[in-house]
C-alpha cells in the first residue's frame, strides 16, 4: 500500500540549533503539504508546494523556516534557528493533484526544542 | 472568523450509540470536505470524503453535506471503543487563484463501553 514517508520520527534539539525534516510523498502525487500540529489544535498549513514550485507558503515564519522540493517529488522542511515554540508534530500529506483531491498524511515527526 | 469550526469536545457516547460530529465552514465557494480520524500521537487518517450534497455512506459512517447551510457532519453508528479519537473536518476552499485545504481544530470523541 502506498504511503507518506516521513523521517525522523521523533527529534530532540536545543534551542537555537537547526533541524530538518524530509518527507517523501506517494509515487505520482503532485501536491504537497507541510503542516503543524499543536497539541489540541487542528494542522496548520505551512506550504503547499504543486510539483516544484511553491502555491501557499503565506503561514511560513519565513525568517527561520524554509522549505524545498527541488525535483518535484521528495521535500525537505528546515527550521535555523530552532525555539522552544516550534515544539509541535510535523505532518507531511500529499494528493494526486491541486484541488479537491483526496490528501494522505505521512506519520509525522515530533519534535521537542529543549 | 475561524474558517472551519468543530466543537472541541469531548463528545461522549455509550458502546453501541449514534456519534454526531459537526462542522461549519466559512467559505461558500468551498468543493470538497474531508474528514480524518487522529488517534493520540498518530497522524490523521482519511475516513470520509464528501463533494455533494446530501449523504454518503460507507460502513458505519456516513458524511452528510449542505451547502447553503455550510455545514458537514459525520455519523458512526454502533459506536465502538475504538473509535475513540479525535475527528477533524477539513474544507478544500480557494484562496487567491489555488485550492487550500483548511483544517479545523478536531472534535474528541469517547465512547465508553
Known amino acids: 500500500e502506498a504511503e507518506v514517508a516521513q523521517s525522523p520520527r521523533y527529534k530532540i534539539t536545543e534551542k537555537s540549533q537547526a533541524v530538518a525534516f524530509w518527507c517523501d510523498p506517494i509515487?505520482?502525487?503532485?501536491?504537497l503539504y507541510w503542516y503543524r500540529q499543536i497539541l489540541g489544535q487542528g494542522p496548520e498549513l505551512l506550504v503547499q508546494?504543486?510539483?516544484?514550485?511553491?502555491?501557499?507558503d503565506s503561514q511560513l515564519p519565513k525568517d527561520r523556516f524554509s522549505a524545498e522540493r527541488l525535483k518535484g517529488v521528495d521535500s525537505t522542511l528546515k527550521i535555523q534557528p530552532a525555539e522552544l515554540g516550534d515544539s509541535a508534530m510535523y505532518l507531511c500529506?500529499?494528493?494526486?493533484?491541486?484541488?479537491?483531491?483526496?490528501?494522505?498524511f505521512g506519520q509525522g515527526t515530533r519534535l521537542t526544542v529543549v | 472568523q475561524k474558517e472551519v469550526e468543530q466543537n472541541s469536545g469531548p463528545l461522549s457516547v455509550p458502546e453501541g450509540a449514534i456519534a454526531s460530529l459537526n462542522c461549519t465552514y466559512s467559505?461558500?465557494?468551498?468543493?470538497?470536505f474531508f474528514w480524518y480520524r487522529q488517534y493520540s500521537g498518530k497522524s490523521p487518517e482519511l475516513i470520509m470524503s464528501?463533494?455533494?450534497?446530501g449523504d454518503k455512506e460507507d460502513g458505519r459512517f456516513t458524511a452528510q453535506l449542505n451547502k447553503a447551510s455550510q455545514y458537514v457532519s459525520l455519523l458512526i453508528r454502533d459506536s465502538q471503543p475504538s473509535d475513540s479519537a479525535t475527528y477533524l473536518c477539513?474544507?478544500?476552499?480557494?484562496?487567491?487563484?489555488?485550492?487550500?485545504?483548511?483544517f479545523g481544530t478536531g472534535t474528541r470523541l469517547l465512547v465508553s463501553p
Open positions: 509515487s505520482g502525487h503532485a501536491t
Open positions: 500529506a500529499s494528493s494526486f493533484t491541486l484541488g479537491n483531491a483526496e490528501a494522505f
Open positions: 508546494f504543486q510539483d516544484e514550485s511553491v502555491v501557499d
Open positions: 477539513a474544507v478544500n476552499y480557494m484562496n487567491t487563484g489555488f485550492q487550500k485545504l483548511v
Open positions: 467559505d461558500r465557494g468551498s468543493q470538497s
Open positions: 464528501i463533494y455533494s450534497n
